[in-house]
Nanobody, 123 residues
Framework: QVRLVESGGGLVQAGGSLRLSCAAS????????TAWFRQAPGREREFVSR????????FHADSVKGRFTISRDNVKNTAYLQMNSLKPEDAAVYYC????????????????WGQGTQVTVSS
């Protein structure tokens, strides 16, 4: 009932920046939280950040705190992940996810997912 499309991934040098977008369509009024996860080859899916859709309260993983910022535009029904000071270890497929119920950081708590966008960081 909620469709998500990520965009904005690409290749960037270490220390550079990217902004990912997550456009939501469908029953967007039901969104409680929007989150970003990432997954590198051979690794588990990792929580990055989340935002409460109405309040705007955010939470970021320690690994990206101070470098990444999640935000949302209610009019455009779009969430963003501004990534600064990128490191090679940030390289992964980044996924947007939304929940219609209260959630934490477990990917199993999110009911809707985008297809992902690739972020590559060169050293």
């Amino acid at each position: 009932q909620v469709r998500l499309v990520e965009s904005g991934g690409g290749l960037v040098q270490a220390g550079g920046s990217l902004r990912l977008s997550c456009a939501a369509s469908g029953r967007t009024l039901s969104i409680y939280r929007t989150a970003w996860f990432r997954q590198a080859p051979g690794r588990e899916r990792e929580f990055v950040s989340r935002i409460n859709w109405i309040s705007g309260i955010t939470f970021h993983a320690d690994s990206v705190k101070g470098r990444f910022t999640i935000s949302r535009d209610n009019v455009k029904n779009t969430a963003y992940l501004q990534m600064n000071s990128l490191k090679p270890e940030d390289a992964a497929v980044y996924y947007c996810a939304v929940s219609t119920v209260i959630t934490d950081s477990d990917p199993g708590e999110y009911g809707y997912w985008g297809q992902g966008t690739q972020v590559t960081v060169s050293s």
